[in-house]
C-alpha cells in the first residue's frame, strides 16, 4: 500500500516539524508563515493556473460580490458551473491546500492567488 508523505529538501528544524505536516484524511494541518515574504503571485484565476500538489493558496477576491474557486486534477474536466467550489467572500482572502489537485480555476477575474512558498513536496512511500 502506497503513502503519500511530505518531505524536505533540506534540513527540518524539529520546532518546525509541526508547522509542515499534512494529512491526507482531514486536510491541511499546515501553518502559514508570517508575513507575505514568503508568497509567490500566481495571478488571476479566471483561466486555470497549474499549482503543485498540496500546496497552500491565499487566494483574494477583489470584487463587491462572492466569487468561487475549485482546484481539480490533471485529465478531469473542468465543472461548466461557474458557482462550483469553495465560496470567497466580497474583499476578503480564503487560505485552501490543493492537496491532490494541480490546477486552480475561479469564477472570476478579480479572485487573485497567491502561493504560500515552503520547502516541502509530496513523494509516495511503500507501506
Known amino acids: 500500500m502506497s ?4 518531505k524536505s529538501g ?13 494529512s491526507l484524511q482531514a486536510g491541511a ?16 484565476t ?9 500546496t497552500n493558496v491565499a487566494i483574494y477576491n477583489n470584487s463587491g460580490s462572492t466569487a468561487f474557486v475549485s482546484f481539480y486534477p ?5 465543472a461548466a458551473n461557474a458557482t462550483a ?6 474583499n476578503n482572502y480564503v487560505y485552501l491546500n490543493s492537496g491532490d489537485n494541480d490546477f ?9 492567488a497567491y502561493t504560500m512558498q515552503d520547502e516541502t ?4 512511500t511503500e507501506q
Open 29 to 44: 494541518h499546515k501553518t502559514i508563515p508570517a508575513g507575505w515574504s514568503r508568497t509567490s503571485y500566481l495571478g488571476d
Open 74 to 78: 490533471a485529465g478531469s474536466a473542468v
Open 3 to 6: 503513502k503519500r508523505v511530505r
Open 104 to 112: 486552480i480555476i475561479s469564477s472570476a477575474a478579480t479572485v487573485l
Open 10 to 22: 533540506g534540513q527540518i528544524d524539529q520546532g518546525s516539524i509541526g508547522a509542515i505536516e499534512h
Open 85 to 90: 467550489g469553495v465560496p470567497v467572500p466580497p
Open 46 to 54: 479566471s483561466t486555470a493556473k497549474a499549482i503543485l500538489k498540496g
Open 121 to 124: 513536496n509530496y513523494v509516495t
